[in-house]
């Protein structure tokens, strides 16, 4: 029995001694279970820097004015100067020192309020008077007011932006600027034809008949980049450019119509064409009525469709100036701006005759017409012309003498 006892004591004892080994130790001041904290001196608080503590001393460092963590990760408390209108934690303040404190941006970026800074809360953002005029971002209207401190859209506004050709280069003016019209290729460049594609990249024609009977000579379609540079795509002469729905840039230079796809010219009808427009993926309005939907003559200077698909044509008044009618019989000697009613018959319409270049964008808005004076049987001066919409009057914008113009609809 008195063995047994000892065998159970000293399996006890190593039982004992087993945990005591496995247990971890208690922290201790000179052990590693420190807390990180920045110091602050009383007295000295600008001398602040980052020390270790034991966690039984962390409540007597905190009640003395210590921060818990490293300098640098509070320096919005250790350079706070008791101002909500100044910025204080910007860069390492333990390495650098507190910085020169920097104002708050208490802007919102609403017109329709107006900011300051309390320094006791910081930004306040109260409501201007209502009435105020103020801008949504949508150029599309105009005459926005503040009602409550948010900015209510104005009254729409039918906005366009215009581009068209002269000898001496592309021009652009913008249906709501009371400026002359600006050049926007560099270097200046002779151009005839116009087109835009779908994604607002302007293409220039330097060729056509009428430019090379004016003896002008490097005929061309080019591209225009952001800069107003000229980049050649083709050698082709174009009297018209146009982009099909499709998005593909065709030509026409007095002998038919092409279309251009990475750098290639294919031919797409032979018959002599001057002017011509896409109706839809398929139809083409050219000058012949047997191989195309076609009913105007080498006398046209521009056709036109409007939304509604109606169909507008300008003629010269010159000797070759003709069209096909419904019964595609030659009518010829017309001079002026004609609508093609559905019955193929030409309807004249305000000015009876004598402009050149025009563009019918829209009938809710207006229209856009140009001249050049060097056209035969052209009465009116040079320039660009703008019609109101319901109005028979039309107002000179410019005095460029224009070959060909296209309108953007940037507010339709």
């Given amino acids: 029995m008195k063995n047994t006892i000892v065998t159970l004591s000293t399996v006890c004892f190593a039982l004992v001694g087993f945990a005591l080994v496995s247990s971890p130790a208690p ?4 052990g590693h279970n420190k807390i990180e904290i920045c110091h602050v001196p009383p007295g000295n608080t600008g001398n602040f820097h980052t020390i270790s503590v034991s966690p039984n001393a962390l409540a007597a460092h905190l009640a003395h004015g210590d921060v818990e963590g490293a300098c640098s990760d509070n320096c919005a408390v250790l350079c706070d100067d008791g101002n909500a209108c100044t910025i204080d934690d910007l860069g390492d303040c333990e390495a650098n020192g507190c910085p020169a404190p920097q104002q708050v941006d208490c802007n919102d970026s609403n017109d329709c309020t107006l900011d300051w800074c309390d320094p006791a809360t910081g930004c306040e953002n109260d409501a201007v008077t209502d009435g105020a005029l103020c801008g949504d971002g949508d ?3 105009t005459a926005d007011m503040c009602q409550d401190g948010v900015c209510e859209p104005g009254t729409p506004i039918a906005l366009d932006h215009v581009y068209f050709t002269t000898d001496n280069g592309v021009f652009f003016w913008s249906s709501d600027s009371t400026d002359a019209p600006a050049q926007i290729t560099n270097p200046a460049m002779g151009a005839y034809s116009i087109a835009m594609s779908p994604d607002g990249d302007l293409y220039v ?6 430019w090379l009977e004016k003896g002008n000579t490097g005929a061309g379609i080019f591209r225009i980049d952001g800069a107003g540079a000229a980049h050649q795509i083709s050698s082709r002469a174009a009297e018209d450019l146009q982009f099909d729905p499709n998005g593909v840039l065709h030509s026409s230079d007095g002998t038919g119509i092409y279309s251009h796809i990475g750098g290639a010219d294919a031919q797409c009808s032979a018959n002599p064409t001057s002017q011509f427009t896409f109706e839809s993926t398929d139809v083409v309005l050219t000058t012949n009525g047997v191989a195309h939907q076609g009913i105007f003559g080498r006398g046209t200077h521009r056709i ?4 509604g698909m109606t ?11 003709h069209a096909y009618d419904s019964a595609l019989s030659e009518v010829c ?3 002026g701006i004609f609508e093609v009613l559905p019955s193929g018959a030409f309807s004249p319409i305000v000015p009876a005759a004598g402009m050149g270049v025009f563009n019918f964008q829209r009938t809710d808005h207006g229209d856009y017409v140009g001249n050049a004076a060097s056209y035969g049987g052209l009465s009116w001066p040079q320039g660009l012309w703008t019609r109101e919409a319901g109005s028979s009057t039309f107002t000179r914008q410019s005095t460029h003498d224009i070959n060909a113009l296209i309108v953007d609809q940037v507010c339709p």
């Fill in 27 to 30: 922290a201790t001041a000179g």
């Fill in 205 to 210: 024609g330097t060729g056509g008949i009428d």
């Fill in 139 to 141: 150029e599309c209207r």
């Fill in 333 to 335: 000697g017309r001079s």
């Fill in 304 to 307: 036109d469709l409007t939304s």
């Fill in 311 to 321: 169909t507008f044509v300008n003629f010269d008044g010159g000797e070759d100036a």
